[in-house]
């Protein structure tokens, strides 16, 4: 029963929704970024080294001397440059999206890593940068730009989506490119523009870890975060909306474990509370999966002509 009462009061404490929100924009960015390019047809595993190149990038832009949105900005070109990469291997010449996904997030954080070593010789700690600050807007918890930035993301995608034709483009070409291309568009094209776009979100994702949830680039920071959001995904059933409500649920798992550590970590060993926001999600996850109705043209390569 007390037990009961601590997690309560924990649920209606503003700090706690307000570490919910920082803990989830990562993820809610990674997420929609990965919702595009499975939209379109493309699964992109790529996405673990997308985060860590932003992160490096906008991080390292920063520290030498650029404004924190020049940073933003760096990190989401850098990630859209990865992405041409994966979409020119996985559409034109109709390589494995599996193999050229784990390529990219293998090239991402190798390359990351080999940059940030010879421009900083003679650090022995991760040098600091001054991030973004939160900011308090009139009636909602006080939060990054970066966070704002996310939630009126989530409302552009679902817009842009569902409501314009190249969402109907991007849609189309995920479903039944050979329909697609009967209505005079190019599935190359549109796959193309879709994985650049995500893979841009992606690398925003990991610029938000050192911009503004830290103030410096390390090693293993975004800590299979891309993996997660891939899981989220299919919890979303590739929707924006509940891509939001699956970043929020599994960030509030996560903050509750970090706050029951305190109050029962001498009882319970910490590490069933590490485990707790993974076990409940993929609970989750498997609830939401059966139901779930997929791009019927996922991982399926695409050429001209084809039927």
Not at 142 to 158: E, G, S
Not at 175 to 197: D, K, M, W, Y
Not at 277 to 305: D, E, H, N, Q
């Amino acid at each position: 029963m007390e037990l009961f009462q601590t997690i309560l009061d924990i649920l209606v404490s503003a700090a706690f929704w307000t570490a919910v929100l920082r803990i989830a924009t990562p993820y809610i960015l990674g997420t929609l970024g990965e919702l595009l390019c499975e939209r379109a047809g493309v699964l992109n595993l790529g996405i673990e080294g997308l985060m860590t190149m932003g992160a490096m990038a906008g991080w390292m832009a920063v520290y030498q001397g650029a404004d924190l949105w020049t940073g933003v900005l760096g990190a989401a070109l850098c990630g859209g440059l990865m992405g041409l990469l994966h979409a020119t291997r996985t559409g034109p010449r109709g390589l494995s999206q599996h193999v050229a996904g784990i390529g990219g997030t293998l090239l991402g954080t190798g390359l990351s890593y080999f940059v940030s070593r010879p421009a900083l010789p003679q650090a022995s700690t991760p040098p600091t940068i001054e991030p973004f600050q939160p900011l308090a807007l009139p009636g909602a918890l006080a939060q990054t730009p970066m966070t704002y930035m996310a939630l009126i993301l989530v409302a552009v995608v679902a817009d842009v989506l569902y409501r314009t034709p190249v969402g109907l483009a991007v849609r189309m070409v995920g479903e039944n490119p050979a329909a697609a291309e009967a209505q005079g568009l190019s599935v190359t094209a549109v796959r193309i523009g879709a994985v650049v776009a995500g893979s841009a979100l992606m690398a925003l994702a990991g610029a938000f870890l050192t911009l503004s949830a830290f103030n410096a680039f390390f090693f293993n920071m975004v800590n299979g975060r891309g993996w997660i959001c891939i899981a989220l995904v299919v919890f979303a059933s590739w929707r924006p909306g509940k891509a939001l409500l699956g970043a929020v649920l599994f960030a509030a798992f996560d903050a509750l474990q970090l706050r029951l550590q305190q109050v029962a970590g001498g009882v319970l060993p910490y590490q069933l509370f590490l485990m707790m926001p993974y076990l409940l999600s993929i609970l989750a996850l498997v609830l939401v999966a059966r139901r779930a109705s997929y791009p019927r043209a996922l991982m399926i390569p695409y050429r001209k002509g084809e039927r």
